[in-house]
């Protein structure tokens, strides 16, 4: 038995706008220096893409983007500094939630096997 977790961080008014799909995309981006690429390698439409990438910069205020227009042969998407941070510190974030989430549930399943756990 095993504990999962989604882990998103949402807007003031509770939209999501970080979690493993964004993450995903922004690590595309780094690996593939597109946007458009990064979007199609998740089957997602990259008109779709960029609403989660403006969201995300929205809601960090941050530019996470350097874009360069100019089609297939000189155009891309590169991550900017603090883009490249975020993914760090989000992915540094997430493995931290999940060891404390481990060790919570371990502890909660040597409970109830100790018929600690009242209801």
Known sequence: MEIRLKINIVSDLGE???GSGPLS???N?????SANRAAKEMNLSYV???KMLNRLEKNVG????IRKRGGNQR????LTYHGKRYIREYDRLEKRLRQHAR???GSFMK???????HA
């Not at 981006?29 to 220096?33: E, F, G, L, P």
């Not at 155009?75 to 590169?78: A, D, K, P, S, Y």
């Open 16 to 18: 999501p706008f970080m």
């Open 25 to 27: 995309l922004l690590e």
């Open 29 to 33: 981006i780094v690996r593939y220096s």
């Open 48 to 50: 779709k893409a960029l």
């Open 62 to 65: 941050q530019d996470f983007f």
């Open 75 to 78: 155009g891309g998407t590169e």
């Open 103 to 105: 060790r919570e549930f």
């Open 111 to 117: 409970r109830l096997k100790e018929g600690r756990v």
